[in-house]
């Protein structure tokens, strides 16, 4: 019988410093990686691990030839532990905000083009609203930002999506559609409707492989039979939006991604007229059960109210588009 069912304390061992060195190893699959990430002695991690497996009475880890991996019963206390500490914090961090209003960390992870305008401007509303709040922001891409909000490494996630994803809970989700980015001068701009087929006329710059809209573009392509030679492939969007507007090319995103783009380069977003390229959102997201902290819960609503605000521009170019289609076809 594990310790943890044979003592009156209950999970005396389930909590603090334990968790963390267990949590550190899951992440760096090592030992010695993880006393050199904690400064704690490999004797002192070794020892904490062996007290949580004979609590919880079975392995957590399978010592492998090329470091430690979580077994079936590490990956459900690694869950366990990573909203434990979460919450833990979320609580300390309401006790600070009590003597302290607006004291609070909030770390943000989201898909590079979200770091040019929108969200900067997003911070820094808030950060005028709550001066002693301090924020980390990184970008990565959508799969990352997904896995550091299922391991706790980021509070708030905000990144596209083609499918809905059971690791992380979506906070907000609206239809973000892969559109034609195009300089207004663009021979496309002024068209009534916009296919796929068109973008074979034009040089185009489209992102790397494991993005939202490659894979749209891609599977669209294939589905068509056609095939779609990039003039410029890259990981960045705006590298790419400064080279459609320098050379008059066409590149692939969301409207919103040319929101607040104060001093850059003018482009417009086109509508393409092909289902499947609507089947994108963007998601706004948090660790799935866990209780999130006053200052992360505040920045959540700021930026949900953002992005709301972005709906209705957006909703509104569109529609104008459909419907100068539609008038032109009578």
């Given at each position: 019988?594990p ?17 963390r ?96 305008n ?15 709040a ?69 040089p ?86 866990r ?23 957006e ?16």
């Open positions: 019988m310790k943890w069912q044979r003592t009156n304390g209950g999970t005396t061992m389930l909590h603090g410093i334990a968790l060195y267990f949590l550190e190893v899951a992440r760096t699959g090592s030992l010695a990686a993880s006393s050199e990430s904690l400064h704690v002695a490999v004797s002192a991690i070794s020892r904490q691990i062996a007290k949580l497996e004979d609590e919880v009475g079975t392995p957590l880890f399978e010592r492998m030839p090329r470091g430690m991996v979580l077994t079936d019963s590490g990956q459900l206390l690694a869950e366990h532990a990573r909203r434990a500490l979460m919450d833990a914090d979320a609580v300390l961090s309401e006790i600070a905000e009590a003597h302290a209003l607006g004291r609070g960390i909030v770390r943000v992870g989201c898909t590079e083009g979200f770091t040019r929108f969200l900067p401007s997003v911070l820094a509303g808030f950060h005028a609203e709550h001066p002693r301090r924020f980390v922001l990184r970008s990565g891409a959508p799969a990352q930002v997904e896995q550091w909000i299922a391991m706790g490494e980021v509070d708030v996630g905000l990144a596209f999506s083609t499918s809905t994803s059971t690791a992380v809970h979506a906070e907000f989700t609206m239809s973000a559609p892969v559109c034609a980015l195009l300089r207004p001068s663009h021979p496309l701009a002024k068209k009534d409707a916009v296919t796929v087929e068109d973008l074979l006329d034009y185009v710059a489209v992102l790397e492989r494991g993005t939202t809209v490659r894979e749209l573009i891609d599977w669209c392509c294939s589905l068509r039979g056609i095939h779609l030679e990039p003039l410029l492939t890259s990981n960045n969007s705006s590298a790419m939006h400064q080279f459609a507007a320098l050379t008059g090319a066409i590149t692939l995103g969301s409207a919103i991604a040319l929101r607040g783009m104060e001093g850059a380069p003018s482009l417009l977003a086109k509508h393409i007229d092909e289902p499947l390229l609507n089947e994108r959102f963007l998601q706004v997201t948090t660790m799935r059960g209780r999130l902290p006053a200052p992360v819960s505040q920045f959540l609503e700021a930026l949900k109210a953002a992005l709301s605000d972005g709906i209705m521009v909703q509104t170019d569109i529609a104008e588009q459909r419907r100068d289609r539609s008038l032109g076809s009578i």
